[in-house]
């Protein structure tokens, strides 16, 4: 189930925070991440019930034809802002989520982009 929005605004507000990007003047910025995040969660969880991608329309003629179901455009403007808004704060998905810097995909990751243009990386197995 989704979160409210105030709750994904503590969260924004919080990663800013740690980021050291946080002002109060980003308010309303913060608020509208914060509502595409809420809209984005409530559209996937819209589509997790779905059980085919479109639905039956019939025009003012009364023909019938399918069309895609409506929540998938919500659910592609929703990720526009989203990227759009988290741009404008100078966020990363990592931080944004909060990401445990103990995963190991993420130090792969880390290891990867460190190694840059001096050939592979070398990675310890645990």
Sequence with gaps: MAKKVKEYKKDIERALKAAG???KGLGAQVLSLAGALRTLDLANDEIDELECTTIEVTSRYGNETLAPHP???IQKDAQDS????MKALGLTAEELT???DDDPLIELTKKVRNAGGRGAAVVKRN
Aim: glycine share 8%; charged share 30%; net charge positive.
């Design 21 to 23: 990007k946080y002002s």
């Design 71 to 73: 929540v998938f455009k």
């Design 82 to 85: 989203v990227t759009r808004q």
């Design 98 to 100: 909060g990401t445990d």
